[in-house]
């Protein structure tokens, strides 16, 4: 159980295009997901808090109009990299929790971006 | 503010050998304590979690992590190291207020193993 599915695995495009990320909770419904930003080598670094219904929570830097996060459903949070740039370029790992008190995040396989 | 120390960044050990992966954490109160493994391109893989209790968590694969509040440590073990082992290990801190939403992760251990 707790299976958490992202897609796409891999992702190549030019410059200043939008990108869409899609991160699903296949066997539960979670009214909260997380999306983190690891560069090689480095660990995670948490960029967003999505809920569903309401708007996300941002880390402190990470800029709200570059990053969009919806959560229109209990099963589904997507983060749009706008105008995408290869500073840009980074592997995006979304997580979401088992409702519930003393319930860990559960990860997807994350989405290798990269911007040409 | 909580953070989380992995003080090895690499380590090597021989197949069959015992292993331990340290971690230190900083946090005010009792944290949710987690370890989780990572193998290349993918996402992470939950191996273990402390939320209250027993300080000595069993998790898959064989792991198990002893949680020491006077050290501020949670170390990962295991008896017997197998080469599917080799991977990026992460310790996590998670704060109780929140339900443990918020995780913040160590820099991360990779881990070779050795035939």
């Known amino acids: 159980g707790a299976v958490v599915s992202q897609h796409p695995s891999w992702v190549i495009c030019k410059s200043g295009t939008s990108v869409k990320i899609e991160c699903r909770s296949l066997d539960f419904q979670a009214t909260t997901m997380f999306w983190y930003r690891q560069f090689p080598k480095q660990s995670l670094m948490l960029m967003a808090t999505?809920?569903?219904?309401?708007?996300?929570?941002?880390e402190q830097g990470v800029e709200k109009d570059k990053f969009l996060i919806n959560h229109a459903s209990l099963t589904l949070s997507t983060l749009t990299v706008t105008s995408a740039h290869p500073e840009d370029s980074s592997f995006y790992i979304c997580?979401?929790?088992?409702?519930?008190?003393?319930?860990?995040?559960?990860f997807g396989d994350g989405t290798r971006l990269s911007i040409l | 503010a909580q953070s989380v120390t992995q003080p090895d960044i690499h380590i090597t050990v021989s197949e069959g050998a015992s292993l331990e992966l340290r971690c230190n954490y900083s946090?005010?109160?009792?944290?949710?304590l987690f370890w989780y493994v990572q193998s290349p391109g993918q996402g992470l893989q939950l191996l273990l979690k402390?939320?209250?209790?027993?300080?000595l968590v069993q998790g898959i694969k064989g792991f198990e992590a002893e949680f020491k509040r006077s050290q501020s440590s949670f170390n990962l073990r295991k008896p017997s190291v197998h080469w599917s082992d080799a991977a990026e290990y992460f310790c996590?801190?998670?704060?109780?207020?929140?339900?443990?939403?918020?995780?913040?992760f160590g820099t991360g251990t990779q881990l070779k193993v050795e035939l």
């Open positions: 946090y005010g109160a009792t944290p949710y």
């Open positions: 402390y939320f209250s209790g027993d300080t």
């Open positions: 999505s809920n569903e219904g309401s708007k996300a929570t941002y």
């Open positions: 996590a801190v998670g704060a109780v207020a929140g339900g443990g939403n918020k995780l913040t």
């Open positions: 997580s979401a929790r088992v409702p519930g008190s003393n319930q860990p995040q559960h």
